[in-house]
Protein backbone atom coordinates (compact mmCIF):
# COMPACT_ATOMS: atom_id res chain seq x y z
CA UNK A 1 0.00 0.00 0.00
CA UNK A 2 0.77 3.96 -0.84
CA UNK A 3 2.59 5.18 2.28
CA UNK A 4 2.63 9.31 3.00
CA UNK A 5 6.42 8.80 2.58
CA UNK A 6 5.68 7.60 -0.61
CA UNK A 7 3.81 10.74 -1.92
CA UNK A 8 6.52 12.78 -0.34
CA UNK A 9 9.42 12.48 -3.46
CA UNK A 10 6.68 12.95 -5.97
CA UNK A 11 5.73 15.98 -4.32
CA UNK A 12 8.93 17.33 -3.86
CA UNK A 13 10.13 16.36 -7.99
CA UNK A 14 7.28 18.21 -9.47
CA UNK A 15 7.15 21.37 -7.35
CA UNK A 16 10.64 21.91 -8.44
CA UNK A 17 8.85 21.53 -12.22
CA UNK A 18 5.79 22.94 -11.89
CA UNK A 19 5.36 25.26 -8.77
CA UNK A 20 2.15 25.78 -6.25
CA UNK A 21 -0.16 25.20 -9.75
CA UNK A 22 0.06 22.00 -11.87
CA UNK A 23 -1.02 21.23 -15.20
CA UNK A 24 -4.10 19.20 -14.09
CA UNK A 25 -6.76 21.78 -13.03
CA UNK A 26 -7.28 22.00 -9.34
CA UNK A 27 -4.47 19.67 -8.30
CA UNK A 28 -2.59 21.93 -6.21
CA UNK A 29 1.30 21.55 -4.38
CA UNK A 30 2.17 22.95 -1.24
CA UNK A 31 5.70 23.28 0.18
CA UNK A 32 7.76 25.97 2.33
CA UNK A 33 10.86 25.25 4.49
CA UNK A 34 10.24 27.51 7.09
CA UNK A 35 7.55 28.26 9.28
CA UNK A 36 5.22 31.39 7.47
CA UNK A 37 2.15 33.00 7.13
CA UNK A 38 -0.23 35.15 8.11
CA UNK A 39 -1.02 34.04 4.38
CA UNK A 40 -4.58 34.96 2.96
CA UNK A 41 -6.33 32.81 0.47
CA UNK A 42 -9.71 32.01 -1.15
CA UNK A 43 -10.18 28.03 -0.21
CA UNK A 44 -12.88 26.82 -2.85
CA UNK A 45 -14.87 23.30 -2.68
CA UNK A 46 -11.57 21.23 -2.46
CA UNK A 47 -9.49 18.41 -0.61
CA UNK A 48 -6.46 19.24 1.55
CA UNK A 49 -4.09 16.52 2.72
CA UNK A 50 -0.94 17.52 4.53
CA UNK A 51 1.96 14.43 4.01
CA UNK A 52 4.63 16.52 6.03
CA UNK A 53 4.66 19.40 8.38
CA UNK A 54 1.82 21.49 9.86
CA UNK A 55 -0.38 24.03 9.01
CA UNK A 56 -3.62 26.64 11.19
CA UNK A 57 -6.10 27.63 9.20
CA UNK A 58 -8.25 29.74 10.85
CA UNK A 59 -12.26 30.70 9.82
CA UNK A 60 -13.88 33.21 12.08
CA UNK A 61 -11.64 33.44 14.95
CA UNK A 62 -11.42 29.30 14.58
CA UNK A 63 -8.81 27.80 14.01
CA UNK A 64 -8.35 24.36 12.30
CA UNK A 65 -5.11 22.75 12.77
CA UNK A 66 -3.84 19.59 10.84
CA UNK A 67 -0.66 17.86 10.38
CA UNK A 68 1.13 15.20 8.46
CA UNK A 69 -1.54 12.32 8.04
CA UNK A 70 -4.09 14.71 8.42
CA UNK A 71 -6.57 16.54 6.17
CA UNK A 72 -9.23 19.10 6.02
CA UNK A 73 -12.25 19.32 3.37
CA UNK A 74 -13.49 23.02 2.65
CA UNK A 75 -17.24 22.53 1.12
CA UNK A 76 -17.84 26.18 0.21
CA UNK A 77 -15.44 29.04 -1.23
CA UNK A 78 -13.83 30.58 1.81
CA UNK A 79 -11.64 33.67 2.56
CA UNK A 80 -8.73 31.98 5.11
CA UNK A 81 -6.27 32.94 7.13
CA UNK A 82 -3.46 30.34 7.11
CA UNK A 83 -0.28 29.82 8.53
CA UNK A 84 2.33 27.17 8.57
CA UNK A 85 3.63 25.64 11.68
CA UNK A 86 5.86 22.96 11.19
CA UNK A 87 8.62 23.56 8.35
CA UNK A 88 12.34 23.06 8.16
CA UNK A 89 14.90 22.52 5.26
CA UNK A 90 15.26 19.19 6.59
CA UNK A 91 11.47 18.61 6.79
CA UNK A 92 9.87 20.94 4.43
CA UNK A 93 5.95 21.59 4.89
CA UNK A 94 4.40 19.45 2.23
CA UNK A 95 0.69 19.18 0.88
CA UNK A 96 -1.51 18.75 -2.04
CA UNK A 97 -4.84 19.61 -2.74
CA UNK A 98 -7.50 18.77 -4.84
CA UNK A 99 -10.73 20.75 -6.03
CA UNK A 100 -13.83 18.35 -5.96
CA UNK A 101 -17.06 19.61 -8.15
CA UNK A 102 -20.05 19.18 -6.29
CA UNK A 103 -21.68 17.54 -9.22
CA UNK A 104 -19.60 14.56 -8.99
CA UNK A 105 -20.81 14.49 -5.35
CA UNK A 106 -24.29 14.26 -6.55
CA UNK A 107 -23.50 11.74 -8.98
CA UNK A 108 -22.19 9.70 -6.67
CA UNK A 109 -24.59 9.80 -3.47
CA UNK A 110 -26.91 8.14 -5.96
CA UNK A 111 -24.52 5.45 -5.48
CA UNK A 112 -24.68 6.02 -1.54
CA UNK A 113 -27.36 4.73 0.28
CA UNK A 114 -26.32 6.49 3.12
CA UNK A 115 -27.47 9.27 1.81
CA UNK A 116 -30.53 8.95 2.29
CA UNK A 117 -29.96 9.35 6.55
CA UNK A 118 -30.38 12.87 8.46
CA UNK A 119 -27.64 15.19 8.07
CA UNK A 120 -26.06 16.33 10.51
CA UNK A 121 -24.97 19.80 11.39
CA UNK A 122 -22.88 21.64 8.67
CA UNK A 123 -19.02 22.72 9.05
CA UNK A 124 -17.67 24.66 6.15
CA UNK A 125 -14.40 23.64 7.07
CA UNK A 126 -13.46 20.41 8.62
CA UNK A 127 -10.75 17.95 9.67
CA UNK A 128 -9.86 14.26 10.39
CA UNK A 129 -7.21 11.92 10.34
CA UNK A 130 -6.77 10.69 6.38
CA UNK A 131 -8.42 7.43 5.28
CA UNK A 132 -5.39 5.51 4.18
CA UNK A 133 -7.25 4.66 1.18
CA UNK A 134 -6.77 7.56 -0.66
CA UNK A 135 -3.01 7.25 -0.28
CA UNK A 136 -2.91 5.38 -3.74
CA UNK A 137 -5.14 7.50 -5.86
CA UNK A 138 -3.60 10.72 -4.99
CA UNK A 139 -0.08 8.73 -5.93
CA UNK A 140 -1.75 7.61 -9.14
CA UNK A 141 -2.41 11.89 -9.93
CA UNK A 142 0.61 12.72 -9.40
CA UNK A 143 2.26 10.18 -11.73
CA UNK A 144 0.35 11.22 -13.85
CA UNK A 145 2.10 15.01 -14.14
CA UNK A 146 4.58 12.84 -16.26
CA UNK A 147 2.12 11.49 -18.60
CA UNK A 148 -0.21 14.31 -20.06
CA UNK A 149 -1.49 12.09 -22.74
CA UNK A 150 -3.19 10.00 -20.54
CA UNK A 151 -4.93 13.07 -18.11
CA UNK A 152 -7.73 13.48 -20.53
CA UNK A 153 -8.58 9.66 -19.49
CA UNK A 154 -7.35 8.23 -16.23
CA UNK A 155 -7.71 12.13 -14.24
CA UNK A 156 -11.29 12.09 -14.33
CA UNK A 157 -11.61 8.13 -13.01
CA UNK A 158 -9.07 9.56 -10.30
CA UNK A 159 -10.95 12.22 -9.32
CA UNK A 160 -14.20 10.26 -8.81
CA UNK A 161 -12.60 7.37 -6.94
CA UNK A 162 -10.95 9.64 -4.29
CA UNK A 163 -14.92 11.61 -4.04
CA UNK A 164 -16.11 8.26 -3.68
CA UNK A 165 -13.58 7.35 -0.37
CA UNK A 166 -13.66 10.68 1.11
CA UNK A 167 -17.99 10.23 0.84
CA UNK A 168 -17.30 7.03 2.85
CA UNK A 169 -14.93 8.73 5.16
CA UNK A 170 -15.30 10.91 8.36
CA UNK A 171 -15.52 13.81 6.14
CA UNK A 172 -18.14 12.23 4.19
CA UNK A 173 -21.30 14.43 6.06
CA UNK A 174 -20.09 17.41 5.25
CA UNK A 175 -18.78 16.31 1.19
CA UNK A 176 -22.60 14.90 1.07
CA UNK A 177 -24.08 18.41 1.90
CA UNK A 178 -22.22 19.98 -0.83
CA UNK A 179 -23.98 17.60 -3.39
CA UNK A 180 -27.47 17.58 -2.16
CA UNK A 181 -28.77 21.02 -3.89
CA UNK A 182 -31.60 21.40 -1.61
CA UNK A 183 -29.44 21.68 1.62
CA UNK A 184 -28.29 25.19 3.19
CA UNK A 185 -24.83 24.52 2.27
CA UNK A 186 -25.05 24.16 -1.06
CA UNK A 187 -27.31 26.88 -1.58
CA UNK A 188 -25.05 29.53 -0.05
CA UNK A 189 -22.03 27.69 -2.30
CA UNK A 190 -23.69 28.89 -5.26
CA UNK A 191 -23.95 32.07 -3.70
CA UNK A 192 -20.20 32.25 -2.82
CA UNK A 193 -19.13 31.25 -6.48
CA UNK A 194 -21.22 33.85 -7.74
CA UNK A 195 -19.40 36.16 -5.88
CA UNK A 196 -16.46 35.13 -6.43
CA UNK A 197 -16.82 34.79 -10.17
CA UNK A 198 -18.40 38.31 -10.04
CA UNK A 199 -15.97 39.72 -7.49
CA UNK A 200 -15.65 43.02 -9.60
CA UNK A 201 -19.58 43.76 -9.64
CA UNK A 202 -21.88 45.61 -7.37
CA UNK A 203 -22.73 43.07 -5.13
CA UNK A 204 -26.94 42.73 -4.96
CA UNK A 205 -28.16 40.59 -1.60
CA UNK A 206 -31.44 40.56 -3.20
CA UNK A 207 -30.34 38.58 -6.30
CA UNK A 208 -27.73 36.04 -4.49
CA UNK A 209 -31.14 35.34 -2.15
CA UNK A 210 -32.49 34.48 -5.41
CA UNK A 211 -30.03 32.13 -6.52
CA UNK A 212 -29.98 30.67 -3.58
CA UNK A 213 -33.89 30.02 -3.41
CA UNK A 214 -34.06 31.93 -0.18
CA UNK A 215 -35.56 34.79 1.22
CA UNK A 216 -33.59 37.81 1.89
CA UNK A 217 -33.41 37.58 5.67
CA UNK A 218 -32.93 33.82 5.35
CA UNK A 219 -29.78 33.99 2.97
CA UNK A 220 -28.38 36.48 5.50
CA UNK A 221 -28.66 33.70 8.43
CA UNK A 222 -28.12 31.19 6.50
CA UNK A 223 -25.13 33.28 4.57
CA UNK A 224 -23.27 33.96 7.85
CA UNK A 225 -23.54 30.90 9.68
CA UNK A 226 -21.97 28.89 6.98
CA UNK A 227 -18.80 32.10 6.09
CA UNK A 228 -19.09 33.52 9.46
CA UNK A 229 -19.07 36.72 7.72
CA UNK A 230 -21.83 38.56 5.83
CA UNK A 231 -21.99 39.29 1.70
CA UNK A 232 -20.18 42.43 1.89
CA UNK A 233 -17.06 41.25 4.02
CA UNK A 234 -17.08 37.87 2.00
CA UNK A 235 -16.76 39.78 -1.53
CA UNK A 236 -14.21 42.34 0.43
CA UNK A 237 -11.80 39.89 1.37
CA UNK A 238 -12.32 37.96 -2.45
CA UNK A 239 -11.50 41.14 -3.66
CA UNK A 240 -8.73 42.26 -1.98
CA UNK A 241 -7.01 38.87 -2.06
CA UNK A 242 -7.49 38.91 -6.29
CA UNK A 243 -5.88 42.43 -5.49
CA UNK A 244 -2.77 40.73 -4.41
CA UNK A 245 -2.31 38.61 -6.54
CA UNK A 246 -2.42 41.25 -9.12
CA UNK A 247 -0.25 43.33 -7.98
CA UNK A 248 2.37 40.81 -7.32
CA UNK A 249 3.01 39.90 -10.69
CA UNK A 250 4.04 43.80 -11.03
CA UNK A 251 0.53 45.50 -12.22
CA UNK A 252 -0.15 49.10 -11.24
CA UNK A 253 -1.58 49.79 -8.09
CA UNK A 254 -4.67 52.26 -9.22
CA UNK A 255 -5.24 50.04 -12.37
CA UNK A 256 -5.84 47.28 -9.70
CA UNK A 257 -8.02 48.48 -7.34
CA UNK A 258 -10.94 49.99 -10.20
CA UNK A 259 -9.81 46.88 -11.53
CA UNK A 260 -11.38 44.55 -8.85
CA UNK A 261 -14.37 47.12 -8.19
CA UNK A 262 -12.77 50.01 -6.11
CA UNK A 263 -14.40 53.51 -7.02
CA UNK A 264 -11.78 55.71 -4.34
CA UNK A 265 -8.76 54.43 -4.56
CA UNK A 266 -7.72 55.53 -0.58
CA UNK A 267 -10.63 53.20 0.80
CA UNK A 268 -8.87 50.42 -1.31
CA UNK A 269 -5.68 51.37 0.42
CA UNK A 270 -7.12 51.57 3.77
CA UNK A 271 -9.27 48.24 2.78
CA UNK A 272 -5.79 46.57 2.11
CA UNK A 273 -4.06 47.99 4.90
CA UNK A 274 -6.24 46.68 7.43
CA UNK A 275 -6.16 43.25 5.83
CA UNK A 276 -2.53 42.63 4.74
CA UNK A 277 -1.10 45.10 7.33
CA UNK A 278 0.61 47.11 4.41
CA UNK A 279 -0.44 49.34 2.00
CA UNK A 280 -0.49 47.71 -1.71
CA UNK A 281 2.74 48.70 -2.97
CA UNK A 282 4.36 48.42 -0.30
CA UNK A 283 3.10 44.63 0.50
CA UNK A 284 3.58 43.34 -2.84
CA UNK A 285 7.21 44.46 -3.37
CA UNK A 286 7.79 42.95 0.31
CA UNK A 287 6.46 39.97 -1.63
CA UNK A 288 8.40 39.92 -4.84
CA UNK A 289 11.74 40.23 -2.95
CA UNK A 290 11.06 37.29 -0.96
CA UNK A 291 10.15 35.62 -4.05
CA UNK A 292 12.65 37.12 -6.54
CA UNK A 293 15.85 37.97 -4.28
CA UNK A 294 18.34 40.27 -6.00
CA UNK A 295 21.07 38.27 -6.83
CA UNK A 296 24.34 39.35 -4.54
CA UNK A 297 26.87 41.60 -5.67
CA UNK A 298 30.73 40.55 -6.57
Not at 60 to 69: K, L, N, P, Q, S
Not at 98 to 123: C, H, K, N, S, Y
Request: aromatic share 6%; hydrophobic share 45%; charged share 20%.
Amino acid sequence: MTSLCDLAPLIERHWRTHGRETPIDGLLINRADTPCGPIPALYRPSFCLVVQGGKISVLGGVAYRYAAGQCLLASVDLPVTSRITEASPDRPYLALSLAIDPAIVAELLIEQTAARDALPGFAALATSDHDPALRDPFRRLLELLDCPHDQAVLVPMIRREIVWRLLGGPLGPSLRQIGLADTHAARIGRATAHIRDHYADTLRVAELATLAGMSVPGFHRHFKAVTTMTPVQFQKQVRLQEARRRLIAAEEVARVGFAIGYESLSQFSRDYRRLFGAPPGRDAAAIRAQLMPEPALP
